[in-house]
Structure formats: C-alpha cells, structure tokens
C-alpha cells in the first residue's frame, strides 16, 4: 500500500505543479525536486502515472531548465550526401 500512498503524493504534487505552470511562482523548483526525490525512491510508481500527468511532468522540467525537447531528427549533410552516392550506385 506504500507504493499507492506514494502514488497519490505525487498525483497532488503534480496537480500544483500544474497550477504553479499557468502561473509564475517561484516554488515550482521546490515541487519538481519532491517529485524527483519520491520517483527516485520507487520509481514504479511512474507506471501508475497517466499519460497526461507525465505530460505535466515534463513542461514542468522543460519550463525550470529553459530546454525544448527534439520532436524529430533531421537529416545532416553528410546524410544527404550519402543518400545521393548511393542513388548514383543503383543506377
């Protein structure tokens, strides 16, 4: 039952953190180490975690650091010139 109460703990942690990414408050640091702190302690309770609230996680991760997360790779020149060899080479 530990893992559950710990799951619910960090449900509401993560209710204020949402509260606290529609607003500018500066104890967002503070919820977001908590949050680290009991995800690190077990860290099976992420699987308990609903899509949408490690969706607020991570805003709340992305807000703190200033970091924008990569949606998709691009290609780099030296893919794209090797790309064009091998073209060359099938015909």
Do not use: Y
């Amino acid at each position: 039952m530990a893992g559950v109460d710990q799951a619910f703990q960090i449900r509401e942690k993560l209710a204020l953190l949402e509260q606290q990414l529609l607003s500018a408050t500066p104890n967002m640091p503070v919820l977001l180490r908590e949050i680290h702190k009991n995800l690190k302690a077990d860290p099976d309770i992420v699987t308990l975690l609903s899509e949408e609230e490690c969706s607020i996680l991570v805003r709340g991760l992305k807000k703190q650091t200033a970091t924008e997360i990569a949606t998709k790779a691009t290609k780099t020149k030296a893919k794209k010139a090797q790309a064009k060899m091998q073209v060359g080479v099938d015909l």
